[in-house]
């Protein structure tokens, strides 16, 4: 073995700088370093404890007064509905008419998570609007590299958030119209994180303002700054009843395991819904409330507040690192201490190392196969989606034929109705979910409708 794969502070930690360096604990001391994680742990222990955090929307609304900034408000238009955070703060979630913010690895990656999102609306009947002219955050880069900085990321949140502010106006529909709803789990964090530190820093607000300003991103040359910053999954939990009421597959049956995303529930963590009706408020409620609504058996687990092992630097620098935390931290547990049929997510990091991981421990005889998938996968299924054309579960590496059997799902019929499909497609008969054109607003490509568009 040569020294760079040697633990000796120089190989394996080289992408991590020089002061990563291994510990060389003794098995207590290690028992010891993460006992507490095994020990009962819920949100009053690890954050109503502590300092209470400050309502940045109070520093927000004094700011419009102020007139240096506006706000793009949650409308009635936009149906929301109240959810309590932390602290028992009021976040108003919108429901319909929504701009979706979607996710760079979760359509590289995952796709069947977006079109279940798309899916489950279409079901319901909501307005949307998933249009092209949106960027990444960038945030990966931010965390995975150190290469990014605050001022990038705070030009690209705005200028997102902007876009979707002023979409509408392709359909002839005021401005504000669409609310934007964001897909991943980082960019909700980085988006939370960034938005504070605008709010905070007067210098950071006015060089983003001349960034924007050269774009012509600026409401009557003033920042536009969103009321609330909502993530996809706590959309889900707002509408999990009228989910259910849709549902079509029982799966009471269904020992299901949660994996809470890092980036949704522990950065800006004053901002994140719990409910006393999941989990007695003492965790986050999103997935677990969706779940629990569906009739699913939801299992605790002792390392439930685990990252997944992804953490940006470790996928990068020290891979192993994330494929062996990610097995063992996580699958393993799972599936022999929760005899669990799936584990459920909320975030495309955490969704990708968990499911696409777990192959590699076969080269270590470690073979824990656990299905891996996103809760609003998982809620489409119940709804009647079809597992390959729709949740496209065979993107996944993890094995999921045995779930959709314990499901009721005949999968074998489903993945000969796909092959179908796909022969269709070969000869260009393509399914949408939405009219294509609906996805551009403006462009060459973009053709104005006859009318208004109202629904999806």
């Known amino acids: 073995m040569t ?7 120089k190989g394996a930690y080289n992408g991590f700088g020089a002061d990563w360096a291994p510990t060389s604990l003794t098995e207590n001391e290690k028992q010891r370093a993460t006992g507490w994680v095994e020990a009962k742990i819920d949100k009053r222990f690890l954050l109503t404890g502590k300092e209470r955090k400050e309502d940045v929307r109070d520093i927000m609304w004094q700011l419009e007064k102020d007139g240096e900034i506006v706000v793009h408000r949650v409308g009635e238009h936009n149906e929301p509905v109240m959810a309590k955070t932390l602290y028992g703060w009021d976040k108003k979630i919108p429901t319909t008419n929504l ?105 950071l607000r006015e060089e983003v303002r001349k960034i924007l300003g050269k774009l ?11 009321e609330e910053i909502v993530h996809y999954s706590e959309w889900l939990h707002v509408m999990r009843h009228r989910i259910a009421q849709r549902q079509e597959i029982d799966v009471s049956n269904i020992r299901a395991t949660v994996h809470p995303a890092c980036h949704v529930y522990k950065m800006v963590p004053e901002d994140v819904i719990y409910d006393d009706t ?60 929760a005899r669990a049929d799936v584990m459920i997510g909320h975030d495309t990091g955490c969704i990708t190392t968990l499911d696409k991981n777990q192959w590699i421990g076969k080269a270590v005889d470690k073979v824990y196969a656990l299905p891996v998938m996103a809760d609003c996968q998982f809620a489409a299924l119940t709804m009647g989606a079809h597992p390959y054309k729709l949740a496209q579960l ?24 796909f092959e179908s499909y796909l022969e269709e497609v070969k000869q260009g008969r393509v399914e949408t979910l939405y009219d294509p054109k609906r996805a551009i607003t403006s462009g060459p490509g973009y053709v104005k409708p006859a009318k208004a568009l109202t629904g999806a």
């Not at 012509?216 to 969103?226: E, N, Q, S, T």
């Not at 065979?394 to 109705?417: Q, V």
Request: charged fraction near 20%.
């Open 216 to 226: 012509g991103r600026l409401i009557d040359g003033k920042l536009l700054i969103p």
């Open 278 to 337: 999941v989990l007695d408020g003492n965790r986050v409620a999103v997935t677990t409330g969706l779940l629990q609504s569906l009739g699913t058996n939801v299992i605790d687990y002792s390392t439930w507040y685990d990252c997944c092992g992804f953490g940006f630097r470790h996928i990068i620098g020290e891979r192993e690192f994330t494929r062996s935390f990610a097995i063992d931290r996580k699958i393993k547990v799972a599936v022999e201490e």
């Open 99 to 203: 701009w979706h913010h979607k996710s760079c690895g979760q359509c590289g990656n995952i796709p069947g998570y977006p079109t279940s999102v798309l899916w489950i609306m279409n079901q319901l009947g909501l307005s949307y609007l998933d249009e092209t002219d949106q960027t990444s955050c960038t945030a990966w880069n931010y965390h995975g590299s150190g290469i990014g900085n605050v001022v990038s990321l705070a030009a690209v949140f705005l200028r997102n958030f902007h876009q979707a502010y002023v979409s509408a106006k392709a359909q002839g529909l005021p401005e504000g119209t669409y609310y934007p709803l964001v897909h991943c789990g980082t960019s909700f964090g980085n988006y939370k994180e960034i938005r504070t530190f605008l709010l905070h820093s007067a210098e």
């Open 3 to 9: 020294s760079g794969n040697q633990n000796d502070g």
């Open 394 to 417: 065979h993107w996944h590496a993890s094995p999921f034929e045995t779930l959709l059997e314990k499901m009721g799902i005949d999968w074998e019929k489903a993945k000969a109705e």
